[in-house]
Antibody, heavy 121, light 106 residues
Framework: EVKLVESGGGLVQPGRSLKLSCAAS????????MGWVRQAPGKGLEWIGE????????NYTPSLKDKFTISRDNAQNTLYLQMSKLGSEDTAIYYC??????????????WGQGTLVTVSS | EIVLTQSPTTMAASPGEKVTLTCRAS?????MHWYQQRSGTSPKLWIY???KLASGVPNRFSGSGSGTSYSLTINSMETEDAATYYC?????????FGAGTKLELK
């Protein structure tokens, strides 16, 4: 069974940094692209970015490219999201997801349960 | 960036009723994918590559469309189908989601 478990969320002050983790199990982690998606309270879904199997390609949504960094540790089956210069607009549930790709585009086949990040003083 | 517009924003359906949700893209996409999100839970892949049902999805669901116009249909509404449904395109970067259709039970 594919399982994705996010951790590291919590209350953080504006301007500070936070690093989220996503522990993967039930599949061969190093065979898949992985990604992050967030959802502000009561709002829709926003793609943050993705990373390929060997970390040689990382894509970000343009508005977050300078604030967020995606990385992975295949030995630990773990995906990371380093967030910096956090503002109230970054308050959201952060989901990690396993990416699927058919050559015509990507979608998100499996999702974690999410971790809530609240940016407030 | 491709903008996805879902309609209606909210709707209510009675058990047994046929339901159709639509998603329109601002530019042509190769496929559309759909997710179901029940209240307080994470999204689940529901339909991928426009018309393929994800594992465990009941066959009363179907997806169709091409180019800029796509739809998700429920043949006969059931209680468990009450949720928010999001469409998503991955043909053009960045991948984008629609704002969702909240489907309620009447």
């Amino acid at each position: 069974e594919v399982k994705l478990v996010e951790s590291g969320g919590g209350l953080v002050q504006p301007g500070r940094s936070l690093k989220l983790s996503c522990a993967a199990s039930g599949f061969s982690f190093n065979d898949y692209w992985m990604g992050w998606v967030r959802q502000a309270p009561g709002k829709g879904l926003e793609w943050i970015g993705e990373i390929n199997q060997d970390s040689s390609t990382i894509n970000y949504t343009p508005s977050l490219k300078d604030k967020f960094t995606i990385s992975r540790d295949n030995a630990q089956n773990t995906l990371y999201l380093q967030m910096s210069k956090l503002g109230s607009e970054d308050t959201a549930i952060y989901y990690c997801a396993r990416v699927a790709d058919d050559g015509y585009g990507i979608w998100f086949a499996y999702w974690g349960q999410g971790t809530l990040v609240t940016v407030s003083s | 960036e491709i903008v996805l517009t879902q309609s209606p924003t909210t709707m209510a359906a009675s058990p047994g009723e046929k339901v159709t949700l639509t998603c329109r893209a601002s530019s042509s996409v190769s496929y559309m994918h759909w997710y179901q999100q029940r209240s307080g839970t994470s999204p689940k892949l529901w339909i991928y590559e426009t018309s393929k049902l994800a594992s465990g999805v009941p066959n009363r669901f179907s997806g169709s469309g091409s180019g800029t116009s796509y739809s998700l249909t429920i043949n006969s509404m059931e209680t468990e189908d009450a949720a928010t449904y999001y469409c998503q395109q991955g043909s053009s970067y960045p991948p984008t989601f629609g704002a969702g259709t909240k489907l309620e039970l009447k």
